[in-house]
């Protein structure tokens, strides 16, 4: 199953880059890296830009059959929050923010962290095939009552 295109999933990607050109320096690097391997991972992944305001630029969102992660930026961190986070395996033992909630997950990247990317590719992986599961069980007819 393919996430068909959103018009305006143009225009996001045109944001992300702004915003990962903008900032100049690890943290554009580092989402622009994560950017990267969540396309790799997750082959027609959409980009959206939400929440913008006055008080803050907005934030990516990737999302596939529902949203799989935001890529925040602090001045301190890169904040990948997981929609789904507390649902997901993570042998790589990627999560280390936002842990005690009871469906999110986030993973802090700080200056000169190293990433695991296959952990990361297969944490992507996951968050998709839960996405696409949890739709599919949306979109199924309920079993007839006797």
Request: with cysteine.
């Amino acid at each position: 199953m393919t996430t068909q295109r959103d018009p305006d999933s143009a225009a996001a990607s045109q944001h992300i880059t702004r915003r990962i050109e903008e900032l100049g320096d690890w943290r554009g690097e580092t989402l622009a890296r994560i950017r990267r391997l969540i396309h790799e991972a997750a082959p027609g992944v959409q980009e959206e830009w939400k929440w913008q305001k006055p008080s803050s630029p907005g934030t990516p969102v990737w999302s596939y059959e529902g949203g799989i992660c935001t890529g925040e930026t602090y001045r301190q961190a890169v904040k990948l929050t997981f929609f789904r986070g507390a649902a997901l395996p993570d042998p790589g033992r990627l999560f280390n923010a936002s842990l005690t909630g009871n469906t999110r997950r986030a993973i802090d990247l700080h200056e000169g962290d190293s990433l695991d990317e296959a952990a990361f590719l297969d944490l992507i992986r996951a968050a998709v095939a839960a996405n696409v599961a949890a739709r599919s069980r949306r979109a199924s007819p309920e079993t007839p009552q006797r």
